[in-house]
């Protein structure tokens, strides 16, 4: 039997168009599935759309339309863009789904009849845009400590969730289990700053909005905003306090949460304490991934500087766009976005080290033997290490894959493309096909390039799913063995341009002018 792997993103919250380094979570998501379904695994890949809160309730009047048309404007146009950037999610859920509802209320009525609910009086500091109270310690000059924005004093009749009941549990688990958070800066982060300080009961109701899951006990409040988006990771598979189905038993718990650094104390803190209060496991894995930056400044509407996906796929084609959000943002600390490192890295990396390599080879193949290539065996030491390499690049990347170090992966494929690269260099094949005497072993040579072009192209999968089955297009070839293979036979192949040089005065110019 496959071992199964279920993978989920954040749910984007409906409150507009999402920009890249809000989609590159999606892309990362992606990567990582693909992955592990390459590797065998029978994979459930969820994400989707957070739809409820006093926020949504306030644009909605803005716009003059009621919440639910305003949430099924932004939910289609979150979707588009995640259907832009090629991912192959499973399931596209929506918190205003009615079984969701449904099954929110039941859970919420659980915790309520185990006591780990109660009603009292919430009053504190509330940031509108973050639906978050903070206490006065917890802000920054007066503001919001997430979003830097004003807070104003609230008080209302709300439940409770008994966090505080949970709080030493949860330090022994996290001590415990010290993959349950990455990387390590997150989890001491959680630990030292939020938990250990002592955690206070959570707010899970309101009355001051109508725009959310009624509470089925007391119609006047709706669910408060975590319980409902949170819970998504359950109820969406078959979850339900009456009795959860097959599917859930067989999918839960989740084996990897990949979601923003800014939510991970969300993840960390309420979500595995809703889940012991439900008597469930928790998830294996929560990965709070770092930010996509552009010229080193958090992306915002206030600021004007946001960038968004389908704008840059425009301009430089999907996988160009994959590969640098993939690429440049390493495992623990923010990655920066400029249009003028996209235009140097899509054509030092992908038109020069892929495409140029790519293209060269199946020209030489055409023009020394009709695009008729097998392997002579006509070997030197020379190829040993080229042949060491591809051989070596399906552990290099499970290492790295494993560790969720996603750039790095794809450091290691490129490493062997650059090698091939100065493989031609130290072979010059256009030397030996002025002898013939040496055609046998320009025949070894062009083999070697076009089995490592193969590899290569096969674990690009992943990351650049078009670019990759276009090599394979191109080679006019099936084998999909992660290894060198020394008898395949390569025949009618046409190279084409993978990626296209692009002017960098010129784009920059026309990126101006817009």
């Known amino acids: 039997m496959k071992k199964k792997y279920y993978i989920t993103t954040a749910i984007a919250y409906t409150s507009g168009k999402p920009h890249i380094g809000n989609t590159y979570e999606i892309v990362l998501a992606d990567a990582i599935a693909r992955y592990k379904r390459m590797k065998g695994y029978d994979v459930y890949f969820q994400t989707g759309t957070d739809e409820h809160g006093e926020k949504i309730e306030l644009k909605a009047k803005e716009k003059g339309v009621t919440p639910k048309e305003f949430v099924d404007d932004v939910s289609l ?12 999610y499973d399931k596209f859920v929506r918190t205003t789904d009615p079984k969701h509802e449904r099954i929110v209320q039941k859970i919420f009525d659980k915790m309520y009849e185990k006591g780990d609910i109660y009603k009292g009086e919430y009053k504190g500091l509330y940031c509108t845009p973050c639906e978050s109270f903070w206490t006065q310690s917890q802000l920054v000059d007066g503001k919001c400590p997430d979003c830097g924005r004003g ?36 989890k001491n982060e959680m630990l030292n700053n939020f938990i250990k300080p002592g955690l206070q009961d959570l707010c899970v109701s309101r009355t001051s909005f109508d725009w959310g899951i009624p509470v089925d006990i007391d119609k006047k409040h709706v669910v408060y905003v975590w319980l409902d988006a949170l819970t998504n990771y359950i109820t969406n598979i078959g979850y339900d306090p009456d009795g959860s189905s097959e599917e859930f038993k067989y999918w839960w718990p989740a084996d990897l949460h990949l979601i923003g650094k800014d939510i991970i104390r969300f993840h960390t803190i309420y979500w595995p304490c809703f889940l012991w209060s439900l ?18 400044d958090k992306m915002s509407k206030s600021k004007g500087n ?25 495992y623990a600390n923010d990655g920066n976005l400029t249009y003028e490192l996209l235009i140097e890295r899509t054509n030092t990396d992908l038109a020069n080290t892929l495409g140029n390599l790519v ?9 020394y033997f009709d695009g008729v290539v097998n392997n002579t065996k006509v070997n030197e030491e020379i190829d040993n290490e080229l ?14 894959m494993d560790k969720l170090e996603i750039g790095f ?67 006019n070839i099936n084998d999909e063995k992660p290894s060198f293979n020394n008898d395949n036979l390569y025949t009618n192949m046409k190279p084409e341009v993978l990626f296209a040089r692009i002017d960098k005065d010129k784009m920059l110019e026309e990126i101006n002018k817009e």
């Open 306 to 330: 946001t960038i968004y996906a389908d704008d840059l796929v425009e301009l430089f084609g999907v996988d160009a766009v994959r590969y640098y959000v993939l690429h440049e943002i390493p």
């Open 359 to 367: 293209n060269r080879t199946i020209s030489m193949a055409n023009k």
């Open 151 to 186: 807070v104003e004093e609230k008080k209302e009749e709300a439940y409770f969730f008994k966090l505080s009941k949970y709080q030493d549990k949860l330090i022994n688990y996290i001590n415990e289990h010290p993959n349950f958070i990455k990387p390590e800066s997150r």
């Open 279 to 296: 008597g469930l496991e928790l998830p294996k894995e929560v990965f709070g991934h770092p930010w996509l930056l552009t010229n080193s």
């Open 77 to 88: 146009e979150i979707k588009r863009i995640w259907d832009v950037m090629n991912t192959s």
């Open 387 to 400: 042949i060491n390499m591809i051989n070596k690049l399906e552990s290099k990347v499970e290492e790295k």
């Open 409 to 475: 992966a794809l450091d290691e494929i490129f490493d062997v493309l650059r090698r091939s690269n100065k493989y031609i260099d130290e072979t010059m094949p256009w030397v030996l096909a002025k002898e013939e005497n040496k055609k046998e072993r320009l025949q070894t040579v062009l083999y070697n390039l076009l089995e490592s072009i193969r590899v290569c192209a096969y674990f690009l999968r992943p990351f650049l799913t078009n670019t990759s089955n276009n090599i394979f297009k191109q080679l």
